[in-house]
């Protein structure tokens, strides 16, 4: 009977998944295979041209315009929005159908208008300026009258002058112009060459009165650092379309594929493109930040061959850049596809120097400030499937580009080294970390504050830990024992009879070997009623505890949970043993960061730890010679990112009980009045304690999330201010010795400073207006003070 009924049952789920099988789909089969050749069109056949491939889906889309026609204007927008890199296509696609049916033509333009402004709302600003671009190019395919993209751009101009809105608003629009100009440039210069002058004496009165305080803080070296000009992106681009606007608009790089069809195109009836309307400023509004071009190789970095690397100015650097960024982002989620699409559009262009300019785009992206656009483990993923792809060329430039890189580290902004340490650490552990060590052996006569022997040293750590200690002594030469990470065991010195602690330590470790419950240890430890408990005999306590626990990761976890309630109600007694666990901490692990850094996340999770008491030890006198080091910042960071989170949780829980409170008391309302606003005698009230409840809960909710934002605030307070008291110091210091302040210790110090600003700009930006008035005001040090004026621009 059982094994019946348990048949019939899988009998019925299975019918059940049959027919949700069967059921309506979520797309018809002629909407997907519309998807597939529309999304397909322009990717390159063995067997037959673009052209052609365009001409043959024009045909087809013909026959069925009337039909599909919302779902084809729908497709081919999904394709402008998607696939930049293949926006002549489809504006060559739209011109060839608007050439037969002008309506067609026409309801497209409307819809991408009505779709930009959608994503504006949105503020998706890539999406939009893709948009920009294909309505452009639509003047090119004979679908828009180019008088009308002329007033189309100039409207972007015009909306770069608004008043009091954020330079980064205005930016954006004089850089979707800049954009667009390489595409449309000629046919407007030709036909409707007063809009042109229009915009090009718009946008230089703006980038004349521009400000640029935010490129120190976004470059990757300091001022001197590279050999080429850290140039502000809109700088560079205006720069680079002046170079081809004295070439006549004349470039080589985009596909026109229009021009092949000049007869069909030439009669076409055109549309007028409606003016731009810019969508208002808001005061939550977020807009892109600025960025400063990466340039790391020039002409002559590049073999003698045929090859040439574009120059810095020419139009042709910056229509690659694109192309490959377009590419990156399209397969973000597939460094396979990426790679070889890279190659495959990297063999269209044989007479430039490909290679360089692929790493260099890579290199940009992986030292984007204040963050990269994907995570740093793609391009190290991706940097590898290049090398194995064209292993005959491309680990070569990889080389040359880390020698580079390496030789200017000591200008390097403290952010990139570490993730150039990241990177490259996790580059030589797919190598067995061989590479040539010797060549970088003069990083070892370098002063401590030095960008090349950090970043040696830091490497060997982090190589030391994705492979061991052993394997990472055997692969560098002897001579580079000064950077050389220790062995990482625990140093635990509390076996020694001639310790202090030694006789606790032997109780506390027979405790632990009988498995006494974490009450027995806060029992031993406990003195009296007012002082608590013994300071020194807690650090004996948690040495030996770490020491025990020391085999594994797992090990200390069970251990931290296990005697939770030991740790938390000791540290929770006064905060001087929060100090006591993390110099025992310290003690134990200094030679095994890794094992810190975790242990210390583990014990904020657990809310043993204090994110304020962290950050204070820290900054602590006797941390300070550590602040070279990269785990130091890195468990700063990661505890203003924990507490930051947790705020964020706190903030989510109030406002969804305050939205449920607030509809709860509208549901009571409308009881109340009944239908029509008469009183519903026979309807049920609502239930007054539980309305009670809601909103005393709502009251504790709200003065929790109140209490946490306000320590969040004065916490981020205390961070600013013990850089700039340490800044401040550092430079009295060193103009008493009379020698120029701007040292590497500084230097690095006050790159740690902006690293804060920019790796926690979001919550930072809420408290701007306080730091004006409270920390960053005219007494402050002038070059402390730049650094936020610097951070201010990234969003003013």
Sequence with gaps: MNTLRRRRVSGEEEEVVTKRRRGIPLITEVERKLQDIIGRVGDKGKNSSIESNLEGLCNLLQDDLDKYRTNIIDILVGCVIYLPEKVTVYSTLVGLLNAKNFNFGGDVVEKVIAQQQEILDAENYEQAMNIALFLCDLGNCRVLTLQSIGEYLESFVSAAFEEDVPQVRTDWFIYTVLHCLPWIGAELKDKANEQL?????????????????????????????????????????????????????????????????????????????????????????????????????????????????????????????????????????????????????????????????????????????????????????????????????????????????????????????????????????????????????????????????????????????????????????????????????????????????????????????????????????????????????????????????????????????????????????????????????????????????????????????????????????????????????????MALEKLSSHVVTIEKDYKALKERVEAAEIQRNKREEGIDGVPAADEEEMDDESRAKDIEDLEIQRDKFESLADFQKSLFFDVFQKFTTQLTDLKVNNEAEGIEFHTPAYNWLRGRFQQVFIWHNDVVWKFTESLSEELFTDDTDAHVNEVFRQFLSLKL
């Design 197 to 637: 002058e229009n915009i090009f004496e718009g946008v230089g009165k703006y980038l004349e009165a521009r400000k640029r305080d935010h490129i120190q803080i976004l470059q990757v070296w300091l001022g001197g650092g590279s050999p080429h000009e850290q140039e502000d992106y809109l700088d560079c681009l205006w720069a680079q379309i002046g170079v081809l606007q004295k070439a006549d608009w004349k470039e080589k790089h985009i596909p026109r594929h229009y021009i092949g069809f000049d007869a069909v195109l030439q009669d076409a009836l055109q549309h007028n493109l409606p003016s731009f309307s810019a969508p208002s400023h808001k005061p939550s509004s977020k807009y892109p930040f600025p960025y400063v071009v990466f340039r790391l190789f020039d002409y002559a970095d590049c073999p003698e061959d045929s090859s040439v690397l574009p120059g810095a100015h020419s139009i042709e650097r910056f229509l690659i850049e694109e192309e490959l960024t377009w590419i990156i982002r399209k397969n973000q989620f597939n460094r396979k596809n990426c790679a070889r699409e890279l190659l495959e559009y990297a063999h269209e262009f044989p007479s430039v120097a490909m290679g360089y300019m692929i790493f260099e785009v890579i290199f940009g992206h992986l030292f984007r400030l204040p963050h990269s656009p994907q995570p740093a483990v793609f391009y190290g993923a991706l940097l590898l499937e290049l090398c194995r792809l064209q292993a005959s060329t491309y680990p070569q430039i990889l080389v040359q580009s880390v020698e580079l890189l390496y030789q200017r580290a000591d200008t390097m902004q403290p952010s990139c080294v570490d993730r150039f340490v990241d990177w490259f650490s996790f580059h030589l552990s797919n190598f067995q970390f061989r590479y040539s060590w010797a060549d970088w052996k003069d990083c070892l006569e370098k002063e401590t504050w030095s960008g090349c022997l950090i970043f040696s040293r830091e490497v060997l750590e982090k190589c030391r830990r994705l492979g061991t200690f052993e394997k990472i002594t055997q692969a560098v030469p002897a001579e580079f024992a000064k950077v050389l990470p220790p062995r990482p065991n625990i140093r635990y010195m509390l076996d020694d009879e001639a310790e202090a602690g030694y006789e606790r330590a032997q109780t506390f470790s027979q405790m632990f070997q009988e498995r006494q419950p974490a009450e027995a240890f806060t029992a031993e430890l406990k003195t009296d009623e007012e002082t608590g408990y013994n300071i020194e005999e807690f650090g004996i306590f948690f040495s030996v505890m770490l020491k025990m626990a020391s085999k594994t990761y797992s090990h200390n976890f069970a251990a931290l949970s296990k005697y939770q309630n030991t740790l938390k109600t000791i540290c929770d007694f006064s905060e001087r043993f929060q100090e006591k666990l993390l110099d025992t901490l310290y003690d134990c692990w200094k030679t095994n960061q890794q094992m810190m850094m975790i242990l210390i996340d583990k014990l904020l999770k657990m809310q043993v730890l204090d994110c304020g008491m962290v950050i204070n030890w820290l900054f602590d006198e006797q941390m300070r010679h550590e602040q070279d080091r990269q785990w130091l910042f890195e468990v700063l960071n």
